[in-house]
């Protein structure tokens, strides 16, 4: 049961425009947002985070927006560079079941290509 | 320093070998988690130690034993592993185990490709 689904499995961009990644979610107990970065045999690289009392967080070329009532988070990478190429991830943070405890639920990720 | 290490980087191990993975933190973060990644999948969570002891196991074959030496050190105890065992596994800290905020920024290390002949 995927709590956090990623339906685009790639996207490609030509450098200089925008990205645009795309997250939906179906718990409505998740209350903070992530987005990590991965290249191939790397672990995946935190990348930008957003707390579910905000609706917009931003960190140089990369914002992140969140709409709670449609469960939907996106990120926007502006402008795009052949760097950014990658796999993306989004995560979601709730409280384990019965617990303090917190864990994430990821996406299964978007490969991004920016293309020169 | 936002830095996790992982050791080894790679690893062949046959199904009777025990071996060892390695994973170190100077963050001063109170939490650490394995997980194991297969190709073009999410992450899946393992196992989470929260304060040096283990608070979650996801259910994980017990061909797999986590342990948490002290708040800067986790290993993971490989032993009578299977094929479909091989996959990259990662280690990952954050602040504090505890959900919301900030406490769930987790930092992931390189991880160790793992292969299982």
């Known amino acids: 049961d995927q709590q956090v689904k990623q339906n685009s499995p790639s996207l490609s961009v030509q450098e200089g425009r925008i990205s645009i990644l795309n997250?939906?979610?179906?718990n409505s107990m998740f209350d903070y947002f992530l987005w990590y970065k991965k290249y191939p045999a790397e672990g995946p690289t935190?990348?930008?985070?957003?707390s579910s009392i905000k609706d917009k967080n931003e960190d140089g070329r990369f914002t992140v927006f969140l709409n709670k009532s449609a469960k939907h988070l996106s990120l926007h990478i502006v402008p795009s560079q052949p760097g950014d190429s990658a796999v993306y991830f989004c995560a979601a943070s709730t409280f384990v079941r019965g617990s303090t405890l917190g864990r994430l639920y990821f996406g299964r990720g978007t490969q991004l290509t920016v293309w020169p | 320093?936002?830095?996790?290490t992982q050791t080894p980087?790679?690893?062949?191990?046959?199904?009777?070998?025990?071996?060892?993975?390695?994973c170190e933190q100077h963050m001063g973060h109170r939490a650490m988690?394995?997980?194991?990644?297969?190709?073009?999948?999410?992450?899946?969570?393992?196992?989470?130690?929260?304060?040096?002891?283990?608070?979650?196991?996801?259910?994980v074959p017990s061909r797999f034993s986590p342990e948490c030496p002290n708040s800067s050190l986790l290993n993971l105890h490989l032993h009578a592993l299977?094929?479909?065992?091989?996959?990259?596994?990662?280690?990952?800290?954050?602040?504090?185990?505890?959900?919301?905020?900030?406490?769930?920024?987790?930092?992931?290390?390189?991880?160790?490709?793992?292969?299982?002949?």
């Open chain 1, 23 to 26: 997250c939906d979610y179906t």
């Open chain 2, 82 to 117: 299977q094929p479909e065992d091989s996959a990259l596994y990662l280690c990952a800290s954050s602040q504090g185990p505890a959900a919301g905020q900030g406490n769930n920024e987790q930092y992931f290390g390189p991880g160790t490709r793992l292969t299982v002949t």
């Open chain 2, 1 to 4: 320093d936002t830095e996790v």
């Open chain 2, 33 to 59: 988690y394995w997980y194991k990644q297969k190709a073009k999948k999410p992450p899946e969570l393992m196992f989470v130690y929260s304060y040096e002891k283990l608070s979650i196991n996801e259910s």
């Open chain 1, 46 to 50: 935190f990348l930008i985070s957003i």
């Open chain 2, 9 to 22: 980087k790679h690893l062949v191990m046959g199904m009777t070998n025990k071996k060892s993975l390695k």
